[in-house]
């Protein structure tokens, strides 16, 4: 991760200054770089110590990055990683168009490995994001929402960049499909996992622990798992002011709704939900000869599930 990080350094620089301060500024905050540690877990996985892994691991934190700073424009987020977003610091402009060098950037890199596949790997993962960002919009403030449709923007707008940093691993290693397929069926499971986690932490966090506001999906009128199982078990009257929320994206009720999500064990399902992932998630890895890079990632989507932050 020491050599991760070297590259990311090296690959931001830019000969336009404002480049420079906003992506150093959201590169420098942190953030756990769970994407590129799957691209390295899985290339030791399977035998690969080439330094193309070090490069890919960079693109996935750089798309990873750029999709953050898009994302806090469109949900006009004022903080992430416990600090001012950079929407909040430079303004919406700059953030995306800093979002789009790094996108931009991360290209140049994955053109320099020179393996049409991985170009076909993250061409298609980047689509499948932006769809999902999609998809959610037309979700908003809708109620109704099946859960069946909800797991697809969590699948597409989340999951696919764990299941591309997985692959990718893989298709380094110059692994089989079926093997590639396997590991990238982990990605996605522990990448579903990570964002159930991440929207039942919107409602049980806290903000400190967090680095983010809690509360943001109800404010935005975000019909996530909490949301939709609470609806299943609440009574009529309770439904109905979760239902209100949704559609009107109002946050004053807040409090009783975190009373009902917590009440009818919401909550709970929904972590219950993400460790029926990760299941999934291990019994993917049973492809893999025993290794160190193998126990991490059990042990990774063990803390996937685990996770306060
Ligand atoms: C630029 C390709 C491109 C697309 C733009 C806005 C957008 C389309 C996509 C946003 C997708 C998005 C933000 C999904 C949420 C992913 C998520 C769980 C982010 C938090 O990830 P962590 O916890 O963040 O790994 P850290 O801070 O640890 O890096």
Same mark, same amino acid.
């Given at each position: 991760?020491?050599?991760?990080?070297?590259?990311?350094?090296?690959?931001?620089?830019?000969?336009?200054?404002?480049?420079?301060?906003?992506?150093?500024?959201?590169?420098?905050?942190?953030?756990?770089?769970?994407?590129?540690?799957?691209?390295?877990?899985?290339?030791?996985?399977?035998?690969?110590?080439?330094?193309?892994?070090?490069?890919?691991?960079?693109?996935?934190?750089?798309?990873?990055?750029?999709?953050?700073?898009?994302?806090?424009?469109?949900?006009?987020?004022?903080?992430?990683?416990?600090?001012?977003?950079?929407?909040?610091?430079?303004?919406?402009?700059?953030?995306?168009?800093?979002?789009?060098?790094?996108?931009?950037?991360?290209?140049?890199?994955?053109?320099?490995?020179?393996?049409?596949?991985?170009?076909?790997?993250?061409?298609?993962?980047?689509?499948?994001?932006?769809?999902?960002?999609?998809?959610?919009?037309?979700?908003?403030?809708?109620?109704?929402?099946?859960?069946?449709?909800?797991?697809?923007?969590?699948?597409?707008?989340? &999951?696919? %960049?764990?299941? +591309?940093? @997985?692959?990718? #691993?893989?298709? /380094?290693?110059? $692994?089989? &499909?079926? %093997?590639?397929? +396997?590991? @990238?069926?982990? #990605?996605?499971? /522990?990448?579903? $996992?990570?964002?159930?986690?991440?929207?039942?932490?919107?409602?049980? #966090?806290?903000?400190?622990?967090?680095?983010?506001?809690?509360?943001?999906?109800?404010?935005?009128?975000?019909?996530?798992?909490?949301?939709?199982?609470?609806?299943?078990?609440?009574?009529?009257?309770?439904?109905?002011?979760?239902?209100?929320?949704?559609?009107?994206?109002?946050?004053?009720?807040?409090?009783?709704?975190?009373?009902?999500?917590?009440?009818?064990?919401?909550?709970?399902?929904?972590?219950?939900?993400?460790?029926?992932?990760?299941?999934?998630?291990?019994?993917?890895?049973?492809?893999?000869?025993?290794?160190?890079?193998?126990?991490?990632?059990?042990?990774?989507?063990?803390?996937?599930?685990?996770?306060?932050?």
């Amino acid at each position: 991760m020491r050599q991760v990080d070297a590259v990311i350094r090296e690959r931001l620089s830019s000969r336009v200054a404002l480049i420079d301060q906003i992506s150093r500024y959201i590169v420098n905050a942190g953030g756990k770089r769970i994407r590129p540690r799957l691209v390295l877990l899985f290339s030791e996985a399977l035998g690969f110590d080439g330094p193309e892994r070090f490069e890919l691991a960079a693109v996935v934190e750089f798309i990873h990055t750029a999709t953050l700073l898009h994302d806090d424009v469109v949900d006009e987020s004022d903080m992430r990683r416990g600090r001012p977003t950079a929407n909040a610091m430079f303004g919406n402009a700059a953030s995306v168009l800093v979002g789009d060098f790094l996108y931009s950037r991360a290209f140049q890199m994955m053109v320099s490995v020179n393996r049409m596949r991985v170009l076909e790997v993250l061409a298609d993962a980047t689509n499948v994001i932006a769809e999902g960002e999609v998809l959610q919009l037309m979700n908003m403030h809708d109620p109704d929402l099946a859960v069946a449709d909800y797991l697809q923007v969590i699948r597409y707008k989340t &999951a696919k %960049l764990f299941e +591309a940093s @997985a692959r990718l #691993g893989a298709v /380094l290693a110059g $692994a089989d &499909a079926t %093997l590639e397929d +396997a590991c @990238a069926g982990y #990605g996605r499971a /522990l990448g579903t $996992a990570f964002q159930l986690v991440d929207d039942l932490l919107d409602y049980e #966090g806290n903000s400190s622990e967090l680095g983010k506001n809690v509360g943001d999906d109800l404010r935005e009128g975000k019909p996530t798992l909490p949301l939709l199982l609470a609806m299943e078990r609440a009574s009529g009257a309770e439904r109905q002011v979760i239902r209100h929320a949704i559609e009107q994206g109002e946050v004053q009720g807040l409090p009783e709704i975190l009373s009902i999500v917590r009440r009818t064990g919401a909550l709970e399902a929904t972590r219950e939900a993400a460790r029926r992932e990760t299941e999934h998630a291990c019994a993917m890895l049973q492809a893999l000869p025993d290794s160190r890079a193998r126990r991490a990632l059990l042990e990774l989507s063990v803390l996937a599930v685990q996770r306060s932050s």
